[in-house]
């Protein structure tokens, strides 16, 4: 037995400038959506760098913005959207909210990223989006996204709820050509709000939408256009919306982890070359890095799989680093393999041989910025001991 504590798969990073900021949003006596849950809106443009045309808007998960950007793009009843079979339920479940249905394809097994021939292949007449996932960090080749959404009048909406800050071709996530991009500020993600979201778009319908579904269709800003002065309790609804509004208790969290995700990003990068370089000699298939030079990886997730030669399963590498007190997890239960997405779309492994494989033999190994160089050097002694 492991004498030293349990080393947690993953730990937020929450400073005493996030307390000190959640503490004066209690005492302001504004504790829901305010001036902070807007500033935050307005600093993660900025962060972003983005020019006007870039709008945030700030919810209380990446589900609530993956839905309210579907929602807005009008998916609906009838229609498809084409998303990777390895991903988080959350990417594929928002789908289903609007009646719509989800085409899962397989992914690149040298990136572990949704497989553009294979979102080729599953393309109707009904297809009316394709939703990438930067898995773990690395982004996606969205030149091949963005030519297959050009061939064929498609959508695409971007999970980037793994992807803060990734670079592709030198550009965030974020900035590219998509029609929404949504990222997460759940707890285990690269920044937190504890839960939260943001929603980014270059849209204005699709943002005028996105807000007014926000916060249960209310609108006021149609009526300013036509009143000169909108008494302050007046309101509309056009809409039966929803309750994503992202509170000024978890944006205050937010507008100090973001001012610290660069240097969040820099030690998640330290620990990764460190892994890289630690673990390069063993049986083991190490995470891809970007293709294009100088691309940033935002290293959400280690993921590394055993080799086709490994002497051991990697369930019991799983156990073995859990008695040696390390938290590991695996990402993901590919979704063909959940009796909902199975049994819905009647999905076989065979379908998706790549994702399958993968998920047999991959692990999570717990990369955090709270994590000491000697907690790195822990996990790789256990990982070593586990594969011997
Ligand atoms: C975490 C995650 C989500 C959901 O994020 P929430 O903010 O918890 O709603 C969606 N997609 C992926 C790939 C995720 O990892």
Do not use: C
């Not at 009838?78 to 289903?96: L, M, P």
């Not at 579904?213 to 009143?227: E, P, Q, V």
């Not at 990697?314 to 590991?328: E, N």
């Amino acid at each position: 037995m492991s004498q030293t504590p349990f080393l947690p798969f993953a730990l937020p990073e929450i400073g005493e400038e996030e307390i000190a900021e959640v503490v004066d949003t209690l005492r302001s006596g504004w504790v829901t959506t305010g001036p902070k849950a807007r500033r935050f809106e307005q600093e993660f443009v900025a962060f972003l760098g983005g020019d006007d045309s870039l709008q945030a808007i700030a919810v209380n998960s990446a589900t609530a913005g993956l839905h309210l950007a579907l929602e807005a793009l009008g998916i609906g009843p009838g229609d498809e959207v084409i998303t990777t079979t390895h991903t988080f339920t959350a990417t594929a479940e928002v789908v289903r909210y609007l009646g719509a249905d989800v085409k899962l394809v397989d992914i690149d097994p040298a990136t572990l990223n949704i497989d553009p021939a294979a979102i080729e292949a599953a393309i109707t007449p009904r297809t009316k989006a394709i939703m990438p996932v930067h898995y773990a960090g690395l982004a996606v080749d969205m030149d091949a996204i963005f030519a297959i959404a050009d061939r064929h009048g498609l959508k695409v909406v971007e999970d980037a709820a793994h992807a803060l800050p990734t670079t592709y071709k030198q550009q965030l996530v974020g900035l590219l050509r998509s029609d929404a991009v949504v990222f997460s500020f759940y707890a285990n993600k690269t920044m937190t709000t504890g839960e939260g979201g943001m929603l980014v778009t270059r849209d204005a319908q699709l943002a005028a939408r996105a807000k007014v579904m926000r916060l249960h269709g209310i609108n006021r800003d149609a009526f300013d256009r036509f009143t000169a002065k909108v008494p302050s309790w007046y309101y509309e609804i056009v809409a039966p919306g929803f309750k994503y509004n992202l509170t000024d208790i978890a944006a205050a969290l937010g507008l100090h982890q973001l001012k610290r995700l660069k240097g969040f990003q820099a030690r998640r990068e330290q620990i990764a070359a460190r892994y890289d370089e630690a673990l390069s000699d063993l049986p083991l298939i190490l995470p891809p890095r970007p293709d294009h030079e100088g691309d940033v990886h935002s290293w959400h997730l280690y993921v590394v799989r055993l080799s086709d030669d490994t002497p051991v399963t990697r369930d019991a590498v799983i156990d073995s680093l859990f008695a040696d007190g390390i938290g590991v997890s695996v990402h993901y239960i590919p979704l063909h393999l959940h009796p909902y997405w199975k049994e819905r779309y009647d999905l076989k492994p065979e379908q998706f041989p790549h994702s399958q494989k993968a998920y047999e033999r991959m692990l999570t190994l717990p990369l955090y910025t709270r994590m000491t160089d000697d907690d790195v050097e822990r996990v790789i002694t256990a990982v070593r001991k586990a594969l011997a």
